[in-house]
């Protein structure tokens, strides 16, 4: 029997390999799709099912932080404030972590303009933190986090090969007619159609489950910037003087979070973000020494190097859709659905093949 063609056992063999990477990630790929196109409108979604928490009259003008700090503390005698998460707009309230008397963990929506507590990060409704969660580890542990790096890595796999095997025939049709070829027209369309998606999916996935080899990586090809720090206050500052030293910093960046010192050798930092910069919270940091109100360190997401943006912002943005804003989130939540069509065709293709060589087989005995 003559053996086939070298271009022809290639294939195939990218086939099998295109066959049983799909197999073998197709559960957790169906799973990874759904969650992803969901949290391509995290805040939105958490914000709708908890309004009665998350949203404010707006009125003229904030309380300060130390008011803020002053009416929390007198309903948490011996409590101390961790951190403010900065709302994004005027008609959001504010985020507080909060340590009580007795050392728990408290995170409290607060109207910024009355200190009112609204609600607890427990009383709300947790469907989108545990999507979050789910979507990055899954049932949690070491085991599941390592299946989600390797689902990264097996959609790489599947996205290169997927591309490599359309471009012989270079389909672009879906006909009506037997389940086998209108699944595999299907597939086959839908997968060249989203295969530079999925690409980035899985390489910005690879990167973020990576991350902090990612980073050190970045570091090692960047040389340090260095700034020009004021001279320190000489004194305790609170927390509405950590963000104004934060803010004179780098003044044209919002900042996000204000994080308090966690012990008394610790500083307390202000994370901003400048406008071109689509994260959710930013990458721009100001540490702050809260004993004498001493700039300690600044990191600018304008002075980094492209390496660090690309390990800091540009990756996540990639993944999350939030690189060119809303269209891009839209683009990727479409995409990340293409992932369980893909993830259900792939195998049912596999599945109506073999009942086909099996009815033959009964037919021809």
């Not at 070298?6 to 049983?20: I, P, T």
């Not at 789910?134 to 959609?155: E, Y």
């Amino acid at each position: 029997m003559r053996s086939l063609p070298q271009d022809l056992r290639l294939r195939k063999a990218l086939l099998y390999l295109h066959l049983w990477t799909g197999l073998i990630a197709a559960v957790f790929l169906l799973i990874l799709g759904v969650t992803g196109a969901l949290l391509a409108f995290e805040d939105e979604i958490h914000h709708a099912l908890n309004a009665k928490f998350a949203y404010v009259e707006v009125k003229s003008q904030p309380l300060t932080f130390d008011a803020i700090t002053q009416k929390l503390l007198a309903q948490y005698p011996g409590g101390k404030i961790d951190a403010f998460g900065l709302p994004p707009r005027p008609d959001l309230s504010l985020l507080v972590a909060l340590t009580d008397a007795k050392g728990a963990g408290r995170q409290l929506y607060v109207n910024p303009y009355t200190g009112e507590i609204l609600g607890s990060l427990n009383d709300a409704n947790q469907f989108m933190r545990r999507v979050h969660s789910f979507h990055q580890r899954l049932a949690g542990g070491n085991v599941s986090d390592m299946i989600v790096g390797w689902t990264a890595i097996f959609l790489l796999l599947l996205s290169i090969s997927g591309i490599v095997l359309w471009w012989r025939s270079k389909t672009f049709r879906i006909r009506r007619g037997p389940a086998l070829r209108f699944t595999l027209e299907g597939h086959n369309t839908l997968g060249i159609l989203s295969s530079l998606f999925l690409f980035l999916f899985a390489w910005t996935a690879i990167c973020i489950h990576w991350e902090r080899r990612v980073n050190e990586l970045a570091q090692r090809l960047s040389p340090e910037v260095t700034y020009a720090l004021p001279a320190p206050v000489g004194r305790p500052v609170n927390a509405d003087e950590i963000l104004n030293l934060g803010r004179a910093m780098l003044p044209e960046a919002k900042p996000a979070v204000l994080q308090m010192p966690r012990n008394a050798k610790s500083p307390a930092f202000v994370v901003l973000k400048f406008p071109e910069d689509r994260t959710p919270v930013g990458r721009s940091r100001v540490l702050i020494d809260a004993a004498t109100g001493q700039v300690l360190h600044v990191e600018s997401s304008r002075q980094m190097t492209a390496a660090m943006k690309y390990a800091r912002m540009w990756n996540r943005e990639l993944h999350t859709g939030d690189i060119f804003g809303l269209p891009t989130r839209i683009l990727m939540a479409l995409f990340s659905l293409a992932l369980p069509l893909l993830a259900i065709t792939g195998p049912l293709i596999w599945w109506l093949r073999r009942r086909m060589k099996s009815q033959s087989k009964v037919a021809a005995a």
